[in-house]
């Protein structure tokens, strides 16, 4: 099976570029060979269009519409299928916040249940809501920064900060959990590792790698489903973000037997399906199915964006529609997801058995949640002090 691997909105670790807020990835694949069966028709609508390469936003709208027909039939013929995946920078600035602060364990003040289960998305949400603009940027700089000194101080200030709005949140347990967590992220810092240890890890934290997991997950999904006995995947090449797409392409071949568990109700970690094949890396001149898959990641970025598709390629996208993947990370797309979760939960009829179990499991937890902030010296929301409102 062959794949060819795209995106667009490239701005690296600026994840507050206003001109690119959102990272694209799309997926061209097919069990035939793309290169060998599209080659003549694609050398055919770069000579109805008088160009020497398909480059979609060169194009434009207008000039696409032209060989919609051709796209269409070259779709049907191949059998092509389209996976588009999409991140919000600012979004994921959030995310990593989260998941190096709330981390259950580094930071002994987060209940078990607050991290490995479900209750991490709402956890999130709420979290979410206290950053305004200035002290997300100041969390995303400490947390891509190489300097263990500056990220942890300037930790301790975004921490101090987010504190003093605990009080606003409209529930006493997630206040007690977010003000005990951030208390212990001010006195306890050199636990969290906040910062990047080297450039290595700068890079595995940029969404660029992060979206790949989406890529590579959804390219040994399909090629499972295909009973695909090869695979090949040409990814477009560029110099800032290749190696680390590679390193991670090798990581999960490498864990694919390994079996690993999540928490409860977390979606989970199977890593089985992970193809095992290097990476290939070329330019969109090297490679007809690069210049197809620029298509298709253009218009369907069009379509995020709610602009206006021309009707002659309609055709090309709803068969798209129908079969493709897609996956995408925000603040929004967890609340959709996960907002059904907890209401048919809230909604639910619990017998007294479960509920036993239920408080049960919360002693527990937090007698060893208290015990190790305790033995920190780390003072939660029960103990503070007036001021520390």
């Not at 959030?94 to 490995?116: C, E, H, I, M, R």
């Not at 060893?368 to 409102?389: S, Y």
Request: glycine fraction near 4%; charge should be neutral; proline fraction near 4%.
């Amino acid at each position: 099976m062959h794949f060819y691997v795209d995106e667009s909105g490239n701005s690296g670790s600026n994840v507050f570029d206003e001109a690119q807020p959102i990272l694209y990835y799309g997926v061209l694949s097919s069990t035939l060979n793309i290169e060998a069966l599209a080659a003549e028709r694609v050398r055919a609508m770069r000579r109805k269009l008088g160009v020497d390469h398909l480059h979609a936003s060169e194009l434009g709208m207008g000039r696409l519409a032209t060989i919609g027909n051709d796209l269409a039939e070259l779709q049907k013929r191949l059998d092509l299928r389209f996976d588009f995946y999409h991140l919000k920078k600012v979004d994921y600035a959030y995310v990593q916040f989260f998941d190096q602060v709330f981390d259950q364990g580094l930071n002994k003040a987060v209940p078990w249940t607050s991290y490995w289960s479900p209750l991490r998305y709402l956890l999130l949400v709420r979290l979410a809501a206290l950053f305004d603009e200035p002290l997300l940027r100041e969390a995303w700089k400490a947390r891509t920064t190489l300097d263990a000194k500056m990220a942890a101080d300037a930790l301790v200030a975004v921490c101090r900060a987010l504190r003093e709005r605990v009080p606003a949140m409209n529930d006493e347990r997630t206040r007690q959990i977010v003000f005990d967590a951030l208390t212990w992220a001010m006195e306890k810092p050199e636990t969290l590792t906040y910062h990047s240890l080297n450039r290595e890890l700068q890079l595995w934290i940029s969404p660029n790698i992060v979206g790949f997991q989406w890529v590579m997950h959804g390219i040994g999904a399909r090629a499972e489903k295909q009973a695909a006995k090869q695979v090949t995947i040409t990814v477009d090449q560029q110099t800032q973000f290749n190696k680390g797409q590679r390193s991670l392409a090798e990581f999960y071949a490498s864990i694919r037997d390994i079996p690993l568990v999540n928490g409860p109700g977390l979606p989970p970690l199977d890593f089985s399906k992970m193809p095992t094949t290097p990476l290939r890396f070329a330019s969109h001149r090297e490679a007809v199915g690069l210049e197809l898959v620029d298509v298709y990641l253009w218009l369907f970025k069009k379509i995020h964006q709610q602009d206006r598709i021309a009707h002659e390629l309609k055709p090309l996208i709803d068969r798209q529609l129908r079969r493709g993947r897609t996956d995408q990370l925000s603040i929004d797309a967890i609340i959709r997801r996960w907002e059904p979760y907890f209401r048919e939960r809230i909604d639910a009829d619990f017998t007294d058995e479960d509920m036993a179990r239920a408080r049960e499991i919360y002693v527990i937890d937090e007698q060893r949640r208290m015990e190790a902030m305790a033995a920190a010296g780390v003072r939660g929301w029960n103990q503070r002090e007036p001021t520390d409102d």
